[in-house]
């Protein structure tokens, strides 16, 4: 499992080194859990596509200016929740959007939630609203600690998956003037279960990384 300084840093690095770490989940004496193959960054006070952005901080986004390493959920357009990890230290309000993951296990439990018995499993949690769909996750769980919980926690792979990760824009943020150009949204090249086709930008990796806009 992943310690509290990992998600007190740079909401960019922690979302590149959340790709391939698992996210598990318990509900009724089941198993749930997938690897996560797509993120997105949020970058506080300055990032005008964050729920934070000018310093808002509401009932909603309170979870964003707490603790690192807790949920963030959020119910958006009045049927979807989405589910982000705080990073920074408390008081920064930043956080990492989970867009897609690999259902690893409980798959037909996934697909049941889903209601979407059909479906092959790449499709079961390639977004972020279908991955809490499949994983249950709603505003019950907003403000979980992701270290310490028993119903919803990160756990680092046995082995790490050996992945060209590639970069781009966040999706579906078109109103946020310069901000939807940056490149913050991370995920494996090539990779079957994101959301949408992965971004096909190399990922420099300097420190603290380039998003291809300068400072934030």
Not at 136 to 163: F, H, M, S, V
Request: with cysteine; hydrophobic share 40%; charged share 25%.
């Amino acid at each position: 499992m992943p310690e509290r300084p990992f998600f007190e840093r740079d909401a960019r690095q922690v979302a590149i080194e959340l790709l391939g770490m698992e996210l598990h989940r318990r509900i009724n004496g089941a198993h749930l859990a997938v690897r996560i193959v797509e993120t997105e960054a949020y970058l506080g006070v300055a990032d005008r596509a964050a729920h934070s952005f000018g310093g808002r901080c509401t009932p909603r986004n309170r979870a964003m200016w707490g603790p690192p390493g807790h949920a963030y959920i959020y119910f958006t357009y009045g049927m979807h929740h989405c589910l982000n990890v705080v990073t920074e230290p408390e008081g920064v309000p930043s956080a990492v959007l989970i867009r897609a993951g690999e259902p690893i296990e409980g798959i037909e439990l996934m697909a049941r939630l889903r209601k979407r018995g059909a479906d092959p499993a790449h499709e079961l949690a390639s977004g972020p609203a279908k991955l809490c769909q499949a994983l249950a996750l709603d505003l019950g769980l907003n403000g979980t600690d992701l270290l310490t919980a028993d119903e919803l926690w990160l756990e680092r792979p046995r082995q790490a998956p050996r992945w060209t990760i590639r970069c781009g824009p966040r999706v579906g943020i078109d109103y946020a003037a310069d901000w939807k150009r940056r490149l913050l949204r991370f995920a494996p090249a090539g990779h079957p279960h994101v959301s949408r086709p992965p971004p096909d930008r190399p990922l420099r990796r300097s420190r603290p990384v380039d998003d291809g806009f300068g400072p934030a």
